[in-house]
């Protein structure tokens, strides 16, 4: 069953086309990685998912809900079950890194303090940042930032994670420290995903490796063989259309002239 | 754009924008302590440049009108001239000036920040609605701070006023305060009231309209921040001579 559908649609900004009859379908618990040069649409998608833009033409449907139309009230339901990591993390600046994870918890007001504060701790420690609950936004690293992102996106478990370009500038270890966390998410709490990025090699680490999770709790990361069920695919975008969709493999072994100067 | 198009689509922005806004009043959830905190930083915060501008225009308003009362022999009228032009012009005026341009600036580049930032997106993102957690607070305490400090503005610039008047001019201090008070009429202090209500509501909303508007980066923030503050100077000036005509056509 998909959990996101795109219907042939389309986006102007300023009279820019930047979807064209993009289509698109993914299945629960797997993830589609976009690729493209700027402007190709890539983060649009990502908007449109959310609901923060409307498409001109064409439908999207999100958790089997057609959320084309949809009122800003009537899209919170369907936002809370989806969690977003922006390109610079997009943390808010004035709240510690606490109140930031703790956010939509605040907001929904079920919670107690205790208990919000436990959940936070829980989520900052699955990102490997238990000791900056205190700390501001400001006082942390590119890649802790975007942890912080990871961490606040996840709480209320959401069913779909959407990241714009999460690795961008960071360096390889770190970069390598946030795809694991996505590929725990997208195997083991099946998590369906978008992957925006132009980072090649996470589009390899994510489409090559997966995540297992040991009897005594440890978890490791291992490559795919040849018939293992492969969840990540990719698609290469081009001037808001879709120029190719497969395998990595399908990917690398693509003679379109553009894919091969992306490659190169 | 047509220049004409995009001027009647800014403003139908700006209408819903301020329609939304005066409807999150009514609907939840509505955030108590944004708005507290909000209050502070407009109506605290700007309490020491109020106090300076009031005490210092109830001053110069005495000096300079003491020259045209004292050709006339009516310089025992001052009190009545400085207390009648801060309550129902000087006062609101002034203090919505000062507060265009120290607060109506600081939200639009706040929110503009945040949008270039993408925490505006994050917050919708995560459930939460940025006209109810961000604009109507912002709205909430300038409409209800401005008349606040128009308040504080009148008062230190009677005390102004009085100072210059006894001092310089060498005025008796209860005929000073006798003729500023006595003249003063309620409907005087209504429209004194009303007007810095408006002037708040303004301020907050072209803050808040031009800080959600921004686009391109830092550049855009910069740009966002001088439109609040002189959109907002324009549009108080401007709501200034209607809200006098009205008033003085309905003798309110």
């Known amino acids: 069953m998909s959990v996101i559908r795109f219907d042939s649609v389309t986006k102007t900004f300023n009279g820019t086309p930047v979807l064209r009859q993009f289509s698109m379908d993914i299945d629960k618990a797997s993830m589609r990685v976009l690729l493209g040069g700027s402007g190709t649409g890539k983060s649009t998608i990502l908007r449109i998912v959310l609901g923060l833009i409307k498409p001109d033409r064409g439908q999207v449907y999100v958790l089997g809900r057609d959320i084309t139309r949809l009122e800003e009230d009537e899209l919170m339901p369907i936002r809370e079950k989806i969690g977003v990591v922006f390109q610079a993390g997009a943390l808010f600046d004035s709240l510690s890194v606490g109140e930031n994870v703790a956010y939509r918890l605040r907001e929904q007001g079920e919670l107690s303090e205790g208990e919000i504060e436990e959940t936070v701790e829980s989520f900052l420690g699955f990102v490997g940042l238990q000791d900056t609950f205190d700390k501001l936004p400001a006082d942390l690293s590119g890649g802790m930032r975007r942890r912080v992102a990871i961490a606040r996106a996840l709480v209320g478990h959401p069913e779909v994670m959407l990241y714009d370009e999460p690795t961008a500038g960071l360096d390889p270890i770190t970069s390598r420290t946030i795809i694991e966390l996505v590929m725990r998410l997208r195997d083991l709490r099946e998590v369906t995903s978008i992957f925006v990025t132009n980072d090649l090699h996470a589009v390899h680490t994510l489409a090559s490796e997966r995540t297992v999770a040991e009897a005594d709790g440890e978890v490791r990361f291992e490559r795919l063989t040849a018939g293992d069920d492969n969840r990540t695919r990719i698609m290469m975008l081009e001037k808001g259309s879709v120029l190719m969709e497969g395998t990595e493999r399908e990917f690398h072994d693509s003679a379109n002239p553009y894919i091969r100067e992306f490659l190169d | ?252």
């Open chain 2, 1 to 252: 754009m047509n220049p004409i198009y995009r001027a009647l689509y800014e403003i139908q922005e700006f209408v819903l924008l301020s329609v939304k806004s005066l409807g999150n009043l009514f609907r939840g959830p509505r955030y108590f302590q944004d708005t507290f905190q909000q209050m502070d930083t407009v109506g605290v915060s700007s309490m020491t440049i109020i106090v300076l501008t009031g005490f210092f225009t109830g001053g110069v308003l005495a000096l300079q009108s003491s020259k045209s009362l004292q050709s006339f022999g009516a310089v025992n009228l001052t009190g009545q001239l400085v207390a009648l032009s801060l309550i129902r012009e000087l006062g609101p005026v002034l203090t919505a000036l000062m507060i265009a341009g120290r607060v109506g600036s600081g939200i639009a580049s706040e929110l503009g920040s945040m949008v270039v930032t993408e925490q505006v997106d994050a917050m919708r993102a995560l459930g939460t609605d940025p006209t109810k957690k961000l604009v109507t607070p912002r709205m909430v305490a300038c409409t209800t701070m401005v008349p606040l400090l128009t308040v504080l503005a009148d008062l230190f610039g009677l005390i102004g006023g009085w100072i210059v008047a006894f001092y310089t001019l060498r005025l008796n201090t209860n005929l000073y305060w006798n003729t500023a008070l006595r003249s003063v009429q309620y409907s005087d202090v209504l429209e004194g009231l009303i007007k810095p209500i408006v002037f708040g509501f303004i301020i907050g909303m072209v803050g808040c309209y031009a800080g959600l508007r921004t686009r391109g980066g830092t550049r855009g923030v910069g740009q966002s921040t001088t439109q609040a503050v002189v959109f907002a100077s324009i549009l108080v000036i401007i709501s200034d001579f209607f809200l006098s005509k009205i008033v003085l056509e309905f003798r309110l």
